[in-house]
């Protein structure tokens, strides 16, 4: 499950990169969570950031607010889902991001935050898909989820899954209206670990409260949830 990310870019960084155009301000974002408002390139419209809510309403659950519990999607299984096979087919997104968070559970109380990062610690995207609803002011509202799958040999030490990352070659292809479905499950590997790095993190991303360059700072030890030292990294 990927619960939390950071995009921590500027917004000429995140142009630059992705090669569209962001109307309006962009204000870095360091501890990112779930039914937040925030910036995707959609196959509908590839030549601009996007920004909807994280969290999808599948189309059989129309008129609901946006949910916390379809965040993500197993790779594996997203063609058979009911709730997400249409918006595979039609509707794909790229989410930026620049790193993302899991906590490695030691015992039953205590955990320790960890970000994962590529090798460079640059911007990348993972495979997403989006929804259209509208809410119960008949307003029309956009959500996306994240796509997993299965860890690399980093990411599997501390969870059992990863969100898809895709490489920067790929991205346009998951965008590509006119991509076969072969082909677009063929994008949602696993990304090698030997491009990515881990590193622990401050117990400060426990709380979506806090969103401050501080959240994604290497901690020269392991702390745990409630802010204290452990042996184990």
Same mark, same amino acid.
């Given at each position: 499950m990927c619960g939390r990310y950071s995009l921590s870019k500027s917004k000429i960084e995140l =142009? =630059?990169?992705?090669?569209? =155009?962001?109307?309006?301000? &962009? @204000?870095?974002? !360091?501890?990112? *969570? $779930?039914?937040?408002?925030? $910036?995707?390139? #959609?196959s509908d419209s590839p030549k601009g950031?996007? %920004? &909807? !809510?994280?969290?999808? #309403?599948?189309? %059989?659950?129309?008129? @609901?607010?946006?949910?916390? @519990? %379809?965040?993500? *999607?197993?790779?594996?299984?997203?063609? =058979? @889902?009911?709730? &997400?096979?249409? *918006? %595979?087919?039609k509707r794909r997104c790229l989410v930026p991001a620049d790193g993302f968070f899991e906590w490695k559970k030691l015992g039953k109380k205590t955990k320790i935050p960890y970000r994962f990062t590529l090798a460079d610690e640059g911007a990348f995207a993972f495979a997403g898909i989006w929804e259209e609803y509208e809410n119960e002011l008949g307003e029309s509202n956009h959500t996306f989820l994240i796509l997993t799958t299965a860890p690399n040999s980093l990411v599997s030490e501390i969870h059992d899954r990863m969100p898809v990352i895709l490489r920067k070659e790929d991205e346009k292809k998951w965008l590509d209206n006119y991509s076969s479905q072969e082909d677009l499950l063929k994008l949602l590997g696993t990304y090698q670990a030997e491009e990515m790095l881990s590193y622990t993190v401050s117990p400060l991303v426990n709380s979506i409260t806090n969103d401050s360059p501080s959240i994604i700072r290497k901690t020269s030890a392991s702390i745990d949830q409630f802010g204290n030292y452990t042996l184990f990294g």
């Open positions: =142009e =630059e990169r992705f090669q569209v =155009e962001m109307l309006g301000d &962009f @204000k870095p974002r !360091y501890n990112i *969570a $779930p039914t937040q408002l925030l $910036p995707v390139i #959609t950031f996007s %920004f &909807f !809510y994280w969290g999808i #309403t599948p189309e %059989f659950a129309k008129n @609901k607010p946006v949910s916390q @519990k %379809f965040i993500n *999607a197993r790779a594996e299984t997203v063609m =058979e @889902k009911v709730s &997400f096979k249409n *918006a %595979f087919q």
